[in-house]
């Protein structure tokens, strides 16, 4: 490998720990202030973040299974469930033609 090729590494493998140092920092600031209770629903906020980007551009067969799989995680409360009864109903609704 040339010279370039190490550099490229060695600024990349630099960034990435950078990141995530800063990372670490921002955490135990925003920890500190009046917005620690950002911290407490931040997972559940990115993983619908994920989910309402992937049902953008979707099928209404799609929505009315995310719905199903909606309607089943907030009576059951149970992850494998509501994926199980996702997938069917997504599969059903495909098989049906919407």
Known sequence: MTFPFWMLIIVLAIAAFSIRVLGLFAG???KASRFSWILDDLPGLIVVSLVAASLANQS???WLAAA???AVAYVANHVILTMCVGVAAYGGLVWLGF
């Open 28 to 30: 135990d600031a925003i």
């Open 60 to 62: 209404v067969g799609t």
């Open 68 to 70: 199903a799989a909606l």
